[in-house]
């Protein structure tokens, strides 16, 4: 058993004191904050129960420990012989890992000294260090006489570091960068190693370079990407730096620029230069992290567009539930699965601490997403458990939003990604039905305290020291220990909770249908206007220029003409800096998808221009083809939802069967318009006139 310094001095204080001290006057007494004596009361418990005693928190008088006075007696023999620690087993395996990653050689004898621990127990580390290290492509080598090395190449060894530093010490990272933020942290060094003076000004420097670019990613994630850039630079200040390697950056031209300006901003602070590798090596990092948003996507994603849809449908089918118009479910997962494949490809490691909890709690639901994947994604090979796990979280979530009824407005913080929040969100809806909204929110959106008063409750997955304002913690899969607190929370404040409400007389029931009757309202309108602007504005062209860009410009300019757009040279340019992001042509069709969102452009416009001469451009899977259609879609900035199923519904119809490829490449217009309209009208009959 292992316990701190600080743990054995609060049990020590609620046995000889019971039921007169709180977690602040603790906090007070040993001038800690409450929020970290709160967080040893977690581990406290968990000793506790080895002598089957319980630790009891009773309103107005304190904490107890309650129990039989022999176990009480037992656990006050133990402390005394007890020698503490101040340090965790997952501390001492990360001082391990930080020795043996500065590539110097240590011996057994000498490593166990320095951490203070028997050679059984350091080599029991060691193993299981290994067995971490074997997911990034690395092992442990014990020469005989001359000591223990990592054997490995360096951005593996940075990935891993970073990783690790994430699965076991992700709340202690959120915790130090908002103490950082707010100038209450005076440590000189976190976590053994990151320098707090980097880490903030990091943080800084990437916050307001995505602000800039509107680029959000999940809260996980984004704390990852400043401790990997935090890691890049003192690797590089300590002389480990990468080798000179030859790659394609054609991808990662948005990433890449983005990592240039942060990088230029830390050079004019720190005089650290990173090399092009180092660029390199964070563009990737950064193309393989989860978006936050998932309503602004890139709809000419359409090969994995079908591959998801393939992907519901297949699911569907297995567990006889119909989830083929879940718009809100294809939308996370194309968010989800576009970094995911590029993790995965770049051989990035990625953990879900969730994985075994979710196999458990929906067995035949992950069987049902690997084996399709396994069956679509062979050239990858084993498609990682961790990485299922993740896509099982969407569809998780959607199946339990099938069953919702709700009451009280709550707000969900949780920074583990995007499917996550959504499937807890829709459990607390599910299983509390009190509760009548639930809204999801990043960490980094509550900073401002005013923007927590609307919600009668507060629900996270991780520990928050940086607010004041009572909040429910609770497991990311909702257990039903976490569902019994929120209801007694809901039943302990339930007079504070209603006191600015007002109870709905069963008079008052048309309100809810006249909000109700809006919304549909709304939607039909967005769907016939899309739909009207996609066909009026439709046609076909036959050009004999060979430049793409040319016809582009033509395409563009002939729109302005037709009022579609108001000024053609933003739109050209946005296109162009989307081309430079990534190949557009669709492999084995003939066929481009030229599009963009612009504030210029008014309407839905879909067109293509049939090219009597081929020309070469960029596939989707980053090989040269020649096309022979040049498709372009052009939308408003600002779509609805049900607008951008529209948008969506184009791009994934192009390849959904032989005969639709032929058809979007055959360069006859009433052909083609013939099939928009079919497309049109099987989704209104099976999405809204079914609803």
Not at 417 to 441: C, F, H, N, Q
Not at 478 to 485: G, H, K
């Amino acid at each position: 058993m292992y316990i701190t310094t600080r743990e054995k001095d609060i049990i020590e204080l609620i046995i000889k004191t019971a039921g007169k001290h709180t977690a602040s006057s603790i906090a007070g007494y040993l001038h800690v904050s409450t929020r970290t004596v709160q967080r040893d009361l977690k581990a406290i418990e968990k000793i506790l129960q080895f002598f089957q005693l319980e630790l009891v928190r009773k309103t107005n008088k304190g904490l107890l420990i309650e129990g039989k006075n022999e176990q009480i007696f037992r656990l006050i023999q133990h402390l005394a012989k007890l020698d503490p620690i101040d340090q965790t087993p997952h501390e001492r395996k990360l001082l391990l890992l930080l020795a043996l990653l500065q590539e110097e050689f240590y011996t057994i004898q000498i490593l166990a000294k320095d951490l203070g621990v028997s050679i059984t127990t350091l080599t029991t580390y060691l193993d299981e260090i290994e067995v971490w290290l074997a997911n990034f492509n690395m092992y442990i080598a014990r020469k005989r006489g001359v000591g223990i090395e990592i054997i490995g190449t360096e951005p593996n060894k940075r990935k891993a570091l970073a990783r690790f530093f994430l699965f076991y010490f992700s709340e202690e990272l959120i915790e130090s960068l908002f103490l950082l933020e707010n100038g209450k942290s005076k440590q000189e060094v976190l976590l053994h190693y990151l320098n707090p003076d980097y880490l903030l000004t990091i943080n800084k420097l990437v916050n307001a370079t995505f602000n800039r670019s509107q680029l959000h990613l999940a809260d996980s994630d984004y704390i990852g990407f400043i401790v990997h850039i935090c890691i890049t630079l003192q690797r590089k200040e300590d002389g480990f730096l990468l080798r000179t390697e030859e790659e394609d950056t054609t991808e990662l031209t948005h990433e890449y620029n983005l990592i240039k300006k942060i990088c230029a901003e830390l050079e004019k602070v720190y005089s650290i230069s990173l090399a092009k590798e180092d660029l390199l090596y964070l563009a990737i990092i950064l193309k393989g992290s989860k978006l936050q948003e998932v309503t602004d996507l890139s709809y000419d994603k359409v090969m994995l567009s079908q591959v998801i849809r393939n992907l519901i449908i297949d699911v569907s089918t297995k567990l006889h539930v119909d989830l083929t118009n879940d718009f809100s479910l294809y939308q996370g997962l194309l968010a989800h699965m576009e970094p995911s494949l590029y993790r995965l490809e770049q051989k990035m490691g990625l953990f879900n601490p969730l994985k075994e909890e979710i196999k458990q709690k929906y067995p035949l639901l992950f069987m049902a997403v690997k084996s399709f994947v396994e069956e679509e994604f062979k050239d990858i090979g084993d498609f990682p458990d961790d990485e299922i796990a993740f896509i099982v979280l969407h569809f998780g979530s959607a199946l339990v939003m099938k069953e919702e009824q709700l009451s009280i407005k709550a707000l969900v913080l949780c920074p583990t990604g995007i499917g996550t929040s959504k499937m807890l969100a829709s459990r607390i809806k599910k299983e509390i039905i009190e509760i009548d909204e639930v809204e999801i929110k990043s960490i980094k959106d509550i900073q401002e305290k005013k923007n927590l008063k609307s919600y009668d409750l507060i629900i996270s997955t991780v520990r928050l020291p940086f607010i004041d304002i009572d909040y429910i913690l609770v497991s990311p899969l909702l257990s039903a220990e976490n569902i019994m607190a929120i209801k007694s929370y809901l039943k302990n404040n339930m007079e504070s909770l209603t006191k600015d409400k007002q109870y709905i007389e069963p008079a008052q029931k048309e309100v809810p249908v006249r909000g109700e009757l809006s919304v549909i309202l709304q939607e039909l309108m967005d769907v016939h206007q899309s739909i009207d602007a996609v066909i009026k504005n439709f046609g076909v062209y036959r050009t004999r220029n060979t430049e793409h860009k040319e016809i582009i410009k033509e395409m563009v300019n002939q729109a302005k003409k037709d009022k579609i757009l108001t000024d053609d040279k933003q739109v050209i340019v946005t296109l162009q800096d989307r081309e430079k992001q990534g190949g557009l042509g669709i492999p084995n069709t003939g066929m481009a998808l030229f599009h963009c969102r612009h504030v210029e452009v008014k309407e839905l416009m879909f067109q293509i221009s049939h090219l009597e001469v081929p020309c070469l451009v960029k596939g989707m899977d980053g090989n040269d083809m020649y096309m022979k259609n040049l498709l372009l879609m052009l939308a408003p900035e600002e779509l609805s939802i049900r607008e951008q199923e529209i948008v969506s519904l184009i791009s994934t119809s192009l390849i959904e069967s032989k005969e639709a490829m032929l058809i979007f490449s055959s360069a006859n217009e009433e052909a083609i318009r013939t099939k928009l309209e079919a497309t049109f009208l099987d989704y209104l009959h099976t999405t809204l006139i079914k609803d």
